[in-house]
Every structure is written in C-alpha cells, then in structure tokens.
C-alpha cells in the first residue's frame, strides 16, 4: 500500500479561514507593514530559541515548550533527543521514563502523551517522516496550529503564521486585529504581513512580548514601537518620565 504523500499540501489557510476572509483596509495593511517594519528594525536577529536538529526534535521541542521557557527546553532536549532518536523510539517509550525525562517543562504527562501520540502517528501514516503540511500536522494527535505552524516555519522553511500567547496579545494592542481566537488571529495578519516574513515577523513579535509588551502590563518606556502602537493603556516608567 502506498504512503500517503507528506507533500500533499503545504501551508494555507484553511477553507474556513478563506471563505471569513475580507480584505483588509489601506490603513490596517499600512498598520501592518509599519509594525513589521519596526519589528524588523528592532530585533533583526529573532529566531527559534528551541535548540533542535529537524522536525521531529522541533516537533518535541514545541510541545514541551507550553507553558515553559525556551531555556528550561533546551535544558531538558539534549538528553531527551541523545536516548529517543527518532519518532519510534519515542512511540516505544517506557512513558514513565519519558515522563521523569521531562518533568521539568511542568504538564509532563500530558506532554508525554502528546509526544508520544504524535510519534505513533508518523511511525504508522508517514513511515517515521514528520509531514511538511499543516493539514497533516494538525491532523497528527497532540499538535495543533501553533506547533504544527513552528515546525513548517523553522524545520520546512515552509512559511506558518504562528500565533502563541505573546502574538496574539501584541495584535490586539497593535491594532492589527480585535480577535482574541488565534485562528481567527492567524487569518487576521497574514494578509497584513508579507508572505515570506510570517516566520521571522512570529519571532519577533514574541521578543518584543518578552522584552517590553509583557502580560498582563506592558512596559511601553523605551518601547520601540511606541509611536505606532494605538493601545489606549500604555504604561510608562514614572521616574523615566519625570527626567
Ligand atoms: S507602546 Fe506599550 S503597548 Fe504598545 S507595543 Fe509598546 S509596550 Fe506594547
């Protein structure tokens, strides 16, 4: 029996996405490109933190990132990825052991589950090959949007619009959309922002979350994006103000 193709389809809005499509307005595309823009100019080296050697350890490396720093990930991968080398491995698992392997991350076991769901799924529908297609990833058990989005972006190169807690944040004060649902999120700023920089502009707009936008206040003295940002509560350094 043939292998259902892994290059079936590649990153697109889904038909939902599509048919809720209304073209945006000449002053939210400008909005758009301004903040990619200032983006750019601020954190031009912004890329995936997760350390990680091809999809599947990207793969890995996402899922245990939720809820977790990239820094305790990459703590945690080097050993994780020197014992489980490939997807079988990682569906084989003793779940136990892979669970006290990644208990730092927090919600092990459910990331467990999760890794190990995902692994079972390429073994059995891609013969160990992670797909290069959303339809796929998120079809595989434990991935959704986000990671499957990471891994076209970063282990592809295949453009994904992530939309993680920071980007879906920073849109809303950026006035780049009113939605908080980040598929809706999703369809809302990739006809804002050019194709080939969905990837980096996702980086980006999570350092700039970790940096000065943070949650549940932002701190906007120094912000780079400041005199762009409509967000009608900025909140600025009172002693920065006062010299
Ligand atoms: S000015 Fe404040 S709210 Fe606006 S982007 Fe900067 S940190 Fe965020």
């Given at each position: 029996?043939?292998?259902?193709?892994?290059?079936?389809?590649?990153?697109?809005?889904?038909?939902?996405?599509?048919?809720?499509?209304?073209?945006?307005?000449?002053?939210?595309?400008?909005?758009?490109?301004?903040?990619?823009e200032?983006?750019?100019?601020?954190?031009?080296?912004?890329?995936?933190?997760?350390?990680?050697?091809?999809?599947?350890q990207?793969?890995?490396?996402?899922?245990?990132?939720?809820?977790?720093t990239?820094?305790?990930?990459?703590?945690v991968?080097?050993?994780?990825?020197?014992?489980?080398?490939?997807?079988?491995?990682?569906?084989?698992?003793?779940?136990?052991?892979?669970?006290?392997?990644?208990?730092?991350?927090?919600?092990?076991?459910?990331?467990?589950?999760?890794?190990?769901?995902?692994?079972?799924?390429?073994?059995?529908?891609?013969?160990?090959?992670?797909?290069?297609?959303?339809?796929?990833?998120?079809?595989?058990?434990?991935?959704?949007?986000?990671?499957?989005?990471?891994?076209?972006?970063?282990?592809?190169?295949?453009p994904?619009?992530?939309?993680?807690?920071?980007?879906?944040?920073?849109?809303?004060?950026?006035?780049?959309?009113?939605?908080?649902?980040?598929?809706?999120?999703?369809?809302?700023?990739?006809?804002?922002?050019?194709?080939?920089?969905?990837?980096?502009?996702?980086?980006?707009?999570?350092?700039?979350?970790?940096?000065?936008?943070?949650?549940?206040?932002?701190?906007?003295?120094?912000?780079?994006?400041?005199?762009?940002?409509?967000?009608?509560?900025?909140?600025?350094?009172?002693?920065?103000?006062?010299?």
């Open positions: 029996m043939s292998k259902p193709s892994v290059k079936a389809a590649r990153s697109q809005p889904s038909a939902a996405g599509r048919k809720s499509a209304k073209a945006p307005s000449a002053a939210l595309l400008a909005q758009g490109r301004a903040v990619d200032a983006l750019a100019q601020a954190y031009p080296d912004a890329h995936c933190w997760l350390q990680h050697e091809g999809p599947l990207l793969l890995v490396a996402t899922i245990l990132s939720a809820q977790c990239d820094a305790r990930v990459n703590m991968t080097p050993e994780l990825f020197k014992k489980y080398s490939d997807a079988r491995a990682f569906a084989a698992a003793n779940p136990r052991e892979l669970e006290k392997m990644i208990q730092s991350t927090g919600f092990y076991r459910n990331k467990a589950k999760s890794i190990q769901s995902a692994s079972r799924d390429i073994v059995e529908k891609y013969g160990g090959q992670v797909p290069d297609n959303l339809d796929a990833l998120t079809q595989l058990r434990g991935v959704g949007r986000k990671t499957a989005n990471v891994v076209l972006g970063n282990a592809f190169g295949i994904g619009m992530v939309v993680d807690t920071h980007v879906g944040r920073l849109s809303v004060r950026l006035g780049l959309t009113k939605h908080k649902d980040p598929v809706k999120v999703e369809h809302a700023l990739m006809p804002l922002i050019s194709r080939e920089h969905w990837v980096a502009f996702g980086h980006r707009m999570i350092a700039h979350g970790r940096k000065y936008c943070k949650a549940p206040t932002p701190r906007c003295t120094g912000c780079p994006l400041e005199t762009i940002c409509p967000f009608p509560d900025k909140r600025f350094d009172q002693a920065a103000r006062a010299k």
